[in-house]
């Protein structure tokens, strides 16, 4: 079966600090991959796709993610968080034709 | 534009009780998904539906679990009956297309004493 793993289940920065999320897959298939980012309160929204061309991907708020092919990752990175990037964030990833799993999501948590 | 809508937001029942749950998709949208997202995990798919066709629902429990999208726009999922390991939060989203962005709704909060 299809898998997805997301390392860090829980991360704490102070603000300004950088932020690297890591999200790994086994699909060797086409991929399609997202980030999605839930806020506190909110529901599920997209943070970055890539699909296709430039393995480096720039999504909101200053987040972005690169597609390494050779090491079937897709890590979520932001230079400098701010409190209001206090999330949940998940990866999905593809387990088939049409089809996509979820990671287990990383909870962060930005110091003021 | 509105975004996906789901009813109940909040479901608090006894175990053995039926429960439904009820999805708009955004209007366009022509694939809809159903998920489970239990505390502290990943969104995990229940069903997908192209138009009013369920192309996907190999990780549906079909012995208490059903769902319906007629005329292919509001879906309804169905639980009978509940059980407590049931209790999660029930996403329904939408997308343009199978490999398209999906368009999450808020959810709906399961509990089953």
């Known amino acids: 079966a299809q898998s997805v793993s997301q390392h860090n289940h829980h991360v704490i920065l102070s603000e300004a600090a950088s932020l690297e999320l890591g999200c790994n897959y086994s699909?060797?298939?086409?991929?399609?991959l997202f980030w999605y980012v839930q806020y506190p309160g909110q529901h599920l929204q997209l943070l970055l796709k890539y699909f296709s061309g430039d393995p480096l991907v720039k999504g909101i708020k200053g987040f972005e993610a690169e597609f390494i092919k050779s090491k079937f990752s897709f890590n979520l990175r932001k230079p400098s968080v701010q409190w209001s990037d206090t999330a949940e964030y998940f990866c999905a990833v593809p387990s088939g034709t049409y089809k996509y799993i979820f990671g287990t999501g990383t909870r962060l948590k930005v110091l003021a | 534009e509105a975004g996906v809508v789901q009813s109940p937001r909040y479901k608090i029942i006894e175990k053995k009780q039926p429960v439904a749950f009820w999805c708009n998709p955004i209007s366009g949208h022509n694939t809809l998904y159903w998920y489970l997202q239990n505390l502290g995990q990943g969104p995990e798919l229940l069903i997908r539906?192209?138009?009013?066709?369920?192309?996907?629902d190999s990780q549906l429990p079909k012995d208490r679990f059903s769902a319906e999208r007629l005329k292919g726009v509001d879906s309804t999922l169905k639980i009978q009956p509940a059980e407590l390991g049931d209790s999660a939060v029930y996403l329904c989203?939408?997308?343009?297309?199978?490999?398209?962005?999906?368009?999450f709704g808020p959810g709906t909060r399961l509990t089953v004493l």
């Open positions: 699909y060797g298939g086409t991929v399609n």
């Open positions: 989203a939408s997308s343009g297309g199978i490999e398209d962005t999906q368009y």
């Open positions: 539906y192209e138009n009013e066709e369920a192309v996907d």
